[in-house]
């Protein structure tokens, strides 16, 4: 089984949970996060002060799937998020060892 954490733009989020769940990847977290990586925040303007803004807004998304369905996942997250710009994120894939379903106790890939 694999984890898929993919970190997109805002405004990518539904385009990319419309494909997912088109490709058949059923269930995931979403989380508003802040980072910075090689855009290294930008400058902006308030009461005529200029400031620095490090932390750029992102959206975290992430999925748990079978390994027949990861290489689908991570394809369709590259595909639809991409807008060729600096900025348009990561993905970070992590093998899991365990997964356990709390409402039955199915645990594996019996309980994604």
Same mark, same amino acid.
Do not use: C, W
């Given at each position: 089984?694999?984890?898929?954490?993919?970190?997109?733009?805002?405004?990518?989020?539904?385009?990319?949970?419309?494909?997912?769940?088109?490709?058949?990847?059923?269930?995931?977290?979403?989380?508003?996060?802040?980072?910075?990586?090689?855009?290294? #925040?930008?400058?902006?303007?308030?009461?005529?002060?200029?400031?620095?803004? %490090?932390?750029?807004?992102?959206?975290?998304?992430?999925?748990?799937?079978?390994?027949?369905?990861?290489?689908?996942?991570?394809?369709?997250?590259?595909?639809?998020?991409?807008?060729?710009?600096?900025? %348009?994120?990561?993905?970070?894939?992590?093998?899991?060892?365990?997964?356990?379903?709390?409402?039955? #106790?199915?645990? #594996?890939?019996?309980?994604?």
């Amino acid at each position: 089984m694999k984890k898929i954490e993919a970190i997109i733009r805002h405004f990518k989020l539904e385009e990319v949970k419309d494909a997912l769940t088109a490709a058949g990847i059923q269930g995931m977290t979403v989380m508003e996060v802040r980072g910075f990586g090689r855009q290294k #925040g930008h400058k902006e303007q308030y009461r005529g002060a200029e400031y620095t803004v %490090d932390f750029l807004p992102k959206v975290k998304i992430e999925i748990v799937t079978d390994d027949a369905s990861a290489q689908t996942a991570i394809e369709t997250i590259m595909n639809t998020a991409r807008t060729g710009q600096i900025g %348009d994120g990561k993905i970070f894939v992590s093998e899991l060892v365990e997964t356990i379903r709390i409402r039955t #106790g199915e645990a #594996g890939e019996e309980s994604l």
